[in-house]
């Protein structure tokens, strides 16, 4: 069994005009484009009548990675797209999926997506697992939400978890999703809410059309934070009493002790959307098969580098972790 680690990775040293944790999380969203080749696209339905759109990149192998985006992402974004070509180079298959309500495709009920929705995630894992031919080894990634979501599901497997699920590596993980809220409320975090905010408006509006007797618009403009959102929204549409409570069920940091597989978290120092808790350092919040690593720099699923084969630090620290699961 291993042993926690908690490591200030110091090998990522971004270029000093990078050194900003604000520059860091929008300049991909701003400039970076990843070649890669079409997918192929599924859909898998769950249990409850819905469907989860999905982008395969097969290659052969019997090794699969399924990488989960962050809030209002979908599987193109540059950050899935990048490590996918990493992951396709390294001899992987790929799986990214897309949460209900993202990739373009507006999804069947009235509930959406949340950072706890993990039996949408055991849903596209379940459908990996069942694939033909067999893969022998899974590894699991995420990114943001994302990342939360795929740490609290392997809290979940616990014991029981599938053999062929090696590990899991994610990045800037909101674990403790009450902190987040309150550091993305300040008003020096204005800009980050108000693009969250309208990506979601328009979305809410879609879902007030078809299905007005359970969601209203009026008053979404007196909305300021994500308290006010998941109280009104997110929460009772996915069972939940109120935000705190949704925060409190889905957040993964108390779970973290449950993880059976090598897990590692990165979480930059400089991360705007954190909280002093998505930090835990000690042995007993970790537990025993989570490492945390803490890069001086790297903003919000940033960790850009500059460099001729167009890789960001987080692809390749991803790559050399999944690799050590299966050698």
């Not at 469907?51 to 974004?77: F, K, M, N, P, V």
């Not at 849903?123 to 697992?129: F, G, S, T, Y």
């Not at 029981?160 to 990045?171: E, H, K, L, N, P």
């Not at 059309?209 to 009772?236: E, K, V």
Request: glycine share 8%; with cysteine; charged share 25%.
């Amino acid at each position: 069994m291993p042993s926690t680690l908690v490591s200030t990775a110091r090998s990522y040293r971004p270029p000093l005009w990078l050194r900003s944790g604000h520059l860091q999380s929008v300049w991909p969203t701003l400039f970076r484009r990843v070649a890669l080749n079409e997918p192929e696209s599924a859909v898998v339905d769950t249990p409850d009548g819905d469907q989860l759109h999905l982008d395969w990149y097969r290659q052969g192998s019997d090794r699969l990675a399924i990488l989960s985006h962050g809030l209002e992402g979908h599987s193109q974004r540059p950050y899935i797209q990048g490590l996918a070509r990493g992951l396709l180079a390294d001899g992987w298959d790929v799986l990214a999926w897309n949460f209900r309500s993202c990739g373009g495709r507006m999804n069947r009920l009235p509930r959406f997506y949340h950072s706890g929705a993990t039996v949408d995630l055991d849903v596209v894992v379940r459908h990996a697992l069942a694939a033909e031919p067999a893969y022998q080894y899974l590894g699991l990634s995420g990114f943001s939400m994302g990342g939360n979501l795929t740490m609290l599901y392997l809290a979940q497997q616990g014991e029981r978890i599938d053999s062929r699920i090696r590990g899991a590596v994610t990045f800037s993980v909101p674990c403790d999703l009450a902190g987040s809220a309150e550091v993305l409320g300040w008003r020096s975090r204005r800009i980050y809410m108000q693009r969250f905010l309208g990506d979601l408006r328009i979305k809410m509006e879609e879902k007030a059309r078809l299905f007005p007797d359970q969601i209203r618009m009026d008053g979404f403009d007196d909305i300021r934070n994500f308290h006010q959102f998941d109280d009104r929204y997110t929460a009772p549409l996915h069972g939940f009493r109120d935000a705190r409570d949704y925060w409190a069920q889905a957040s993964c940091l108390p779970r973290l002790p449950d993880i059976r597989v090598p897990s590692l978290i990165v979480n930059a120092a400089d991360d705007p959307f954190l909280s002093p808790a998505c930090f835990p350092e000690r042995r007993r919040k970790l537990g025993a098969w989570v490492t945390l690593e803490v890069p001086r720099w790297g903003g919000h699923v940033g960790f850009v580098e500059v460099a001729r084969d167009g890789y960001y630090w987080s692809e390749r620290r991803a790559l050399s972790f999944l690799r050590g699961l299966i050698e």
